[in-house]
């Protein structure tokens, strides 16, 4: 993986946040606070500002940067989750490398295993781990069977929305729609659709 | 959306410019990373540091001063801090005591405050407030949110602080306070986060929102607009329930257990001083016939949610300690007596 990539899905990512700009407003507003796309944006926009430094750096210690700003610059729960996903992987690409398929899919299982721990939240709970999981596990399983990269990334992209669509029908039982009990049942997660959008753009860069 | 705004992407630092320079025999501002400091800090004390989104005023500048806090680190609008704030606001006003850190129970807020606690290179601890009962305590979830009576449990450790106590007994009776601590909102209209410039949720002219939390994320149930004594007698019940499956004794007459409480009527933002007397009046009358004594009282705009009319009521169980505590003196630009 080289520093360009990661340049290059910073500004595919924060396109598709802007993009979508009403479908998370509304989601937000509908079973949270109405903050995650200002929250988003501002920690996308943040990221191309300080791209011309990134390009200087390689790729693990971008993703170090890029969790440190986005620490500073989001807050709410989105920011320590984002930066201890990017934080995690950076540390895991330093001290294992990043040379082939398997070894970016373990520094993203890595990035997902931070924001569970962080977050102590897991599987089913109506968060953006509805996403982050399957695509993790879905990542590491493909990248095993030495499958082709377009090949995993088509996959990646069905798993995500599978993930985000399946928050719908669920209780929140974490984050700041856990208040609603049953109420929050019909609406998709803010979080799992954001983090949909970014896997997406990802993806469709390869 | 009608609001008083120059540049949208200024708001924050313009309204924390004017905090600072109104209150400026109280406090310091300090921007990149933002975080608000006390002036006149007695030397060797438990440095007691809180923050959280700003919208919520004068929750937490507000209570920056003698007897209270030290420090307070606003966010965006109902956006927890960051850590950098927080770390740097810590250098600030670290006096070799120890950093205590006051935290709502909102996964942004707690996430934000334990990653700067891990990398804090002082002692420190940390109190989370959870006084809210709308939202049930379950292995499931994240726990009870921090709302109102967030500011009785900063009032208290700020006066323990003063007397130079340690952190670990500052932080003992935080989370004795917040035990005994039970607050329930009820919202008649939503708020607008001004960057989003629309109301956060959508509630009819015949509609409340009870169990609201402070940023106006929907609480427990719609229910249809009713008389303010019948609202009054559902918080009342709420709140009551609650304290009694913690604290029976407080309210068992014969035990000769104390059952003296001190009674928080707090608004939202856009509901005017008359009603939420007129909410007292009611709040007061039922705890009375249910065996409390309402020997301490406050009501006005303590916790905010922007602009959303409403209210919520708190109660505090208290004891003789609590009592000296609340009662002690305090000089901040929200909250002043004796001295």
Redesign the interface.
């Known amino acids: 993986m080289q520093t360009d990539f990661i340049l290059n899905a910073a500004k595919a990512i924060q396109q598709a946040i802007v993009a979508n700009e009403n479908a998370l407003e509304s989601l937000d507003r509908a079973i949270g606070d109405g903050d995650h796309y200002l929250n988003m944006k501002r920690g996308a926009n943040a990221i191309i500002d300080i791209q011309p430094a990134l390009a200087t750096l390689t790729p693990d210690a971008a993703l170090q940067q890029i969790g440190l700003k986005l620490l500073s610059t989001i807050g709410g729960a989105s920011g320590p989750l984002l930066a201890s996903f990017f934080m995690s992987m950076a540390k895991t690409i330093k001290e294992n490398g990043d040379d082939s398929i398997s070894k970016i899919a373990a520094s993203f299982a890595a990035g997902v295993e931070a924001i569970r721990q962080r977050g102590k939240a897991d599987l089913g709970e109506k968060t953006m781990l509805d996403v982050l999981i399957p695509v993790s596990n879905q990542f590491v399983l493909l990248a095993a069977q030495h499958c082709d990269s377009k090949l995993i990334c088509a996959t990646l992209i069905d798993t995500a929305e599978q993930g985000m669509l399946a928050t719908k029908d669920l209780i929140a039982t974490k984050g700041r729609a856990a208040g609603l009990g049953e109420r929050a049942i019909g609406h998709i997660d803010p979080g799992a659709k954001s983090c949909q959008l970014m896997i997406v753009a990802v993806c469709k860069l390869v | 959306m009608k609001k008083f705004i120059t540049k949208i992407d200024d708001m924050l630092v313009d309204s924390l410019n004017g905090f600072a320079t109104a209150h400026a025999d109280l406090v310091n501002l300090h921007l990149d990373?933002h975080f608000i400091t006390r002036k006149n800090k007695s030397a060797n004390k438990v440095a007691v540091i809180s923050g959280g989104?700003s919208g919520h005023e004068p929750l937490h500048s507000g209570y920056i001063g003698y007897g209270m806090l030290d420090a307070a680190c606003p966010?965006?609008?109902?956006?927890?801090?960051?850590?950098?704030q927080m770390l740097a606001a810590a250098e600030a006003v670290h006096a070799d005591k120890g950093i205590l850190f006051i935290v709502k129970n909102?996964?942004?807020d707690v996430?934000?405050f334990?990653?700067a606690a891990e990398m804090l290179p002082f002692e420190h601890a940390t109190v989370l407030t959870s006084d809210d009962v709308?939202?049930t305590n379950s292995t499931?979830?994240?726990g009870r949110?921090g709302v109102a009576g967030t500011m009785i449990v900063e009032k208290c450790i700020g006066s323990l602080a003063e007397t130079g106590a340690s952190l670990q007994a500052c932080k003992a009776l935080g989370d004795k306070v917040n035990s005994r601590t039970a607050s329930m909102g009820v919202a008649l209209t939503s708020c607008t986060?001004p960057?989003?410039g629309r109301p956060?949720?959508d509630i009819d002219d015949n509609e409340l929102e009870m169990?609201v939390?402070i940023?106006?994320?929907?609480?427990?149930r719609r229910e249809a607009m009713r008389e303010a004594d019948v609202i009054v007698k559902d918080l009342v019940a709420a709140i009551l329930e609650d304290l009694e499956s913690v604290h029976l004794k407080a309210f068992d007459i014969n035990s000769g257990e104390t059952s003296e409480a001190l009674l928080m009527i707090n608004g939202f933002g856009a509901t005017p001083l008359m009603e939420l007397y007129l909410l007292y009046n009611l709040a007061a009358k039922l705890f009375n016939q249910h065996g409390l004594q309402i020997s301490r009282s406050l009501v006005g705009n303590y916790t905010t949610a922007l602009d959303m009319a409403g209210a919520s009521i708190t109660i505090c169980l208290l004891d003789d300690e609590i009592k000296q505590h609340w009662d002690s003196p305090v000089h901040t630009s929200a909250l002043r007596w004796g001295r």
């Open positions: 990373p989104g966010g965006h609008v109902f956006t927890s801090p960051t850590p950098d909102y996964a942004g996430m934000n334990e990653m709308a939202v499931y979830t994240t949110r986060v960057a989003a956060t949720f169990g939390g940023h106006g994320e929907p609480g427990r």
